[in-house]
């Protein structure tokens, strides 16, 4: 069965020529182009990439109620503010007058 894949594979491979990965004159023509394009055909010819992530913060997630959850948008639309920012702020607050009681 293994012969029988890498056969097939081989063959997929040599149909499938690697394409040559055009040069950009801009990033908005580089997205345009693979928005018309698959990225698969370029990978191998596109350039290698090192970077580091910090995660610095973490999130989590909860629950909310749908009724909450539209007057929230409503709020949030009307604040001209993301709906995370909004109950990230109520919490606080919620949180302090706990901890002063």
């Given at each position: 069965m293994r012969a029988i894949w890498l056969i097939r594979k081989e063959k997929y491979m040599a149909e499938n020529k690697v394409k040559a990965l055009p040069t950009f004159e801009s990033l908005d023509t580089l997205t345009n182009f693979f928005d018309e394009n698959d990225m698969g055909d370029y990978v191998e010819n596109m350039p290698e990439a090192e970077f580091e992530v910090s995660i610095d913060r973490r999130m989590h997630f909860?629950?909310?109620?749908?009724?909450?959850?539209?007057?929230?948008?409503?709020?949030?639309?009307?604040e001209h503010t993301s709906s995370g920012a909004i109950v990230n702020s109520w919490l606080r607050e919620k949180i302090s007058d706990y901890s002063h009681k």
């Open positions: 909860v629950a909310v109620d749908e009724e909450i959850a539209e007057r929230l948008s409503e709020i949030s639309k009307s």
